[in-house]
C-alpha cells in the first residue's frame, strides 16, 4: 500500500484511480467476511480513515460528495466490526464516487457481490420449468437473464446456437455465479428441419412465447410445466417458434403503456418469470 503522503503527490487523476483501487480491493475482501470478523488491520482502517479525509479536502468535489467522504472518515475510525454493512457501503460509495469523477464508465464488473460460490443444493427449482433464450445477440442480457432464471425456480436453460456465450466474461459477471449452478445446453429447438433433412424433435414440454399480440400477463394460462420461449433483441421470437407456440399454448404478452411501449428483453423476461413462478406456486 502506497503512503497516503505519496499518493497526495501524484496527479489529481492517478491518485483518485489508485485510492479507488484501494478501495475495490477492500469492499471484496468485506465482502467476502464472515459479517462477525473484521478483515483489515488498524494500519488499513488508518489509510481508509486519511483517504477519505484527504479526499474531503478536495474542492472539485461537489458538496454531497465531501459528506460522503467526511461520513465515511468517522465510520472507517470508528472500526467496528457490529457495522461491517455500514463499512461495506462507505466503501462501496468512495469506489463509484472516483470511478465517475475519473471519467470512467462504469459497468456489471465495477459492482461487488458479497459470497463465495453458490450452493446449487441449496437452488429452489419448480420442476418442468424451462425456458429457451433464442438468439440473444448481448452478453449483459444472458447473464442477466441466468440470475433471473435462477431466481424465480427454472429447472434448465436451453439456448439457440447463436446466443451469446454464458462463458463471455460479461455474462459471467452479471450472473454472478448462475451459469454454474443453473443447467444448461445449447441447441435449436425449432429448426425447420434437421441437419439429416429430417423434421425437427418435438418438444417433450409445451411452449408459450413471450411476444407482442398475445394474451395480457394477467390473463394468460401459465402452465405446471413448460417451455417459455425469449426471442431475440432486435428481431423478437423467430417465425418457427412462434409457430410451435401457436400451435402449443399460444403468446403472452406484458402491456405497456408509454410512448417507447417495449421492455428490454431481459426487464421482460424476469416480469414473466416472476408472474410464472407465482402461479406455479398457487397450482402446487
Not at 152 to 170: N, T, Y
Not at 204 to 221: N, Q, Y
Not at 223 to 247: F, K, T
Request: charged share 25%; proline share 5%; hydrophobic share 45%.
Amino acid at each position: 500500500m502506497i503512503p497516503l503522503y505519496k499518493l497526495d503527490k501524484l496527479p489529481r487523476t492517478q491518485k483518485l484511480r489508485k485510492i479507488a483501487k484501494y478501495f475495490t480491493f477492500a469492499e471484496n475482501r468485506l465482502g467476502m467476511a464472515n459479517n462477525t470478523e473484521l478483515v483489515f488491520t488498524d494500519a488499513e482502517f488508518a489509510f481508509f480513515t486519511d483517504a477519505a479525509r484527504l479526499l474531503a479536502e478536495d474542492k472539485l468535489f461537489s458538496h454531497e460528495a465531501q459528506k460522503i467522504f467526511c461520513d465515511a472518515a468517522v465510520v472507517f475510525q470508528a472500526a467496528d466490526k457490529s457495522e461491517t454493512v455500514l463499512l461495506r457501503r462507505s466503501l462501496n460509495n468512495i469506489k463509484h464516487i472516483l470511478l465517475a469523477e475519473t471519467g470512467k464508465d462504469q459497468a456489471d464488473w465495477d459492482f461487488t457481490c458479497p459470497g463465495g460460490k453458490l450452493d446449487p443444493d441449496k437452488r429452489h427449482i419448480f420442476k418442468g420449468m424451462y425456458v429457451y433464450l433464442e438468439d440473444i445477440r448481448s452478453p449483459f442480457n444472458i447473464g442477466a437473464m441466468f440470475r433471473t432464471a435462477e431466481s424465480f425456480g427454472v429447472e434448465k436453460i436451453i439456448l439457440s446456437p447463436f446466443c451469446a456465450s454464458p462463458h463471455h466474461r460479461r455474462a459471467e459477471r452479471t450472473a454472478m455465479g448462475c451459469i454454474d449452478i443453473l443447467p444448461w445446453e445449447q441447441r435449436d429447438l425449432f429448426a425447420a428441419q434437421s441437419e439429416n433433412n429430417k423434421p425437427a424433435e418435438e418438444t417433450p414440454l409445451p411452449v408459450f412465447a413471450l411476444e407482442t399480440g398475445g394474451i395480457p400477463i394477467k390473463d394468460f394460462a401459465f402452465p405446471r410445466n413448460g417451455i417459455l420461449i425469449a426471442g431475440s433483441e432486435e428481431l423478437g421470437v423467430s417465425p418457427n417458434a412462434l409457430a410451435a407456440a401457436d400451435a402449443s399454448l399460444g403468446r403472452v404478452s406484458i402491456p405497456c403503456y408509454g410512448t417507447k411501449a417495449s421492455l428490454n428483453v431481459s426487464v421482460a423476461f424476469g416480469i414473466a418469470l416472476q408472474v410464472w413462478s407465482a402461479r406455479i406456486e398457487t397450482l402446487s
